[in-house]
């Protein structure tokens, strides 16, 4: 790492204060948005860290419904699924790739202050969103376990006083219909209450060549309930019941890469052992939205959540309590690699290699079929107390508990060489019971009007207790694990987190601040492990110390907001997750283990400018710069020394920006206005060994949006278009034999509707 870079962000940072904010013509601003990023109600421009706010007229504008939105418009955020239900996120390059029952993630994902462990459960439809805030770096002092790579809050809106009403219906193509409401309102004196729901349905995007049926489709189905009741002045009480039932359809694995002359039993030339080949010679190259799946795949998901929430105003200081129970239930089968298996029998025990030389159009030789169920329950409750707004000192202090149970079977079909059957039917079984708990606390203190420094302290403890077993259902040579016996263990990792920083109001519209904060992600087990040993020993703990220098500023009489930030990171015992091949081993082996040491520096600036009454430009940059500095791996075909290379999901450089133009018709016709939103991400790579067929390579997307609004604001027509170039983007991508191979998930094609609201 150069430390030069630094010194010229800082540069530029400051540079950026020397921009004149006279005044220009007068009568708009931009509103004010507020978050609740440190546990109390603030000005974002007044929050002196990372925070990304998306209000949720925004969201429902650009029909944001998914993390991978949200992931699109954040610097420094990278989103990617293995299924539809199993998100991986990163933040400046730390994330978890590890989906096995006893895995921690590195971002923490919460709806209403009510942490989500199971990542199975973690991607909602949410039609009732207030906003989406998401915070950038360790948030080790003010949130739940784990947060060494940020938080992604959800906030609802809360139950209204005057009656409201919203209803919201799309049509597009590929057979998409979805309907979506919300009702709220006053029930009795003290008491109101709301019920919202998203129903979303399309017919899919892919074409099986096979079977001729078009497959990958979605049905999901999500829905809320809220009481908020105030029996007192001082006093406010919100029960919450939510659920989702989603039945989505099959995926495609697009394969990547050829093996020819690899040395994988013979150089075969065009062969059953390419994949790459025998895609082509069966018609599926070129299109990654057509399958040749052999089986037809699925997700379905039912998803409960319950939380009742306190608000005592005692004076001096209010109490929160946050109560909450989440259930989830999850079951996945996906054809891992996008191809037919080979037809007839080949026994490996006895030889027999000579056969892998058939052509490619016999099918693949190595087809696998991985299904996977899983189960989560979990029980948290959060305390807090935070002070006034009143004094020069402001803070908040609390509790934190959390137990979990997850289950989780993944099996593994091998189906080729089988004559027509399975060669090999493998199950691995994880059970996880994790119980986490914390005692935190922050303050600010106001030394002066302009200037304030705040300190943070966060104890964290976690326990998990594990039982894993493998069993060989079918099949005699255990391709990737070896059978074992169920068996138990146990381990418990602690950490001391804390956060020190400044923040300058240089003037009313500029703020200067500057942190040093740590965070921590418990150790855990890895999933799927091939063998005993592998499943039972633990990997360790990791750590982060994180320094940023940021700006938060409103120029141009409120008509430009421009925030920033530079920061450096430094990881200790970074887990990382490979699906790599020992020697000896035919097709490879789950591994999680710890790199020594790891860094990332980078700079992200936001900003949002209204340029005159019609038109608004605004969008986000990151730059990102990552790397393993100490990162020698257990040994594996091809080397395993990973220092100097780049983190997972970490690209250089992104990018998103739009621009609106808005023209008012007169007040009996309404307006409209015309949104065109870009968006660019550069090559990042998803093996420690920078493998060049283990990547999402760069893509840029356009999307567009012309909407119609009547005069008093209750209906908008709009018709959009998504990936308008109809780009061919990955959007996750896992590799087997030693990385010769690879097979990765598309991003959905070109995209158009229509879509009608109604307001009251």
Partial sequence: MKPTFIKKAIAASISSFAISSGAMAAGIAIEEIVVTAQKRAESLQDVALSVSAFSGDSLREDDISSLQDIGNRTPGMVFSMFSSGQPEIAIRGIGTKEDGAAASDATVVSIDGVYIAARTAQVLDIFDLERVEVLRGPQGTLYGKNSIGGSINFITSKPTEDFTLRIRGTTGNYGRSDLGGMISGELTEGLYGKVSFSKRSHDGYLRNLLSGKRTGDTDTLAFRGQLRWTPTENLEITFSADGADDDNGDTNREPIGPTTGDGFVHNCGTCILDPVAVNEALGGAGDPWSS????????????????????????????????????????????????????????????????????????????????????????????????????????????????????????????????????????????????????????????????????????????????????????????????????????????????????????????????????????????????????TIPFDEETALSYELGFKSMLFDQRLRLNGAIFFTEYEDLQVTRFFQPAGASLGEFITENAGEAEAQGAELEFMWLVSENIEIGGSYAYLDTEYTDFTGTEAVGGSDFSGNQLRQAPRNSANLYTKYTMDLGDDIGSISAKVDYRYQDLSFYDPDENPKITIPQYRIWDARIAWNSPNKNWEVAGWIKNIGDEEYRTHIYSQRGGRIAFANFGAPRTSGVTVTFNY
């Fill in 292 to 535: 040749l799946n052999e089986i037809e795949g699925f997700m379905k998901r039912n998803v409960e959540g319950y939380n009742v929430t306190v608000n005592w105003d005692l004076g001096d200081f209010i109490f929160t309590s946050i109560t909450a129970y989440r259930e989830n239930d999850f079951d996945w089968l996906e054809d891992s690699t996008g191809l037919p298996p080979t037809s007839y029998l080949v026994d490996l025990t006895a030889g027999g290699g000579a056969l892998f030389a058939n052509p490619a159009s016999d099918g693949f030789a190595f087809d696998l079929n991985d299904v996977a169920q899983e189960k989560n329950r979990q029980y948290t409750q959060e305390f807090r107390l935070t002070s006034d707004t009143d004094g020069p000192i402001e803070w908040v202090a609390g509790l934190f508990y959390s137990k979990e149970k997850l289950s989780r079977n993944e099996e593994f079909r091998f189906t080729s060489l089988a004559g027509g059957g399975e060669l090999e039917h493998q199950v691995s079984k994880q059970r996880n019971d994790s119980d986490s708990w914390a005692i935190f606390g922050q303050g600010s203190y106001h030394i002066t009007e302009a200037l304030s420094v705040t300190a943070g302290l966060r104890y964290s403890y976690e326990e998990k207790d594990i039982g894993v077993g493998a069993t060989l259902e079918s099949g005699v040579i255990g391709l990737l694990l070896k059978p074992f016996p169920f068996t138990n263990a146990s381990e418990d990792w602690d950490s001391i987190d804390g956060k020190v920083s400044v923040d300058w109001k240089i003037n009313d519209d500029v703020m200067l601040y500057g942190s040093v904060a740590t965070g921590f992600k418990s150790g855990g087990f890895t999933g799927s492990a091939s063998t005993l040993a592998q499943a």
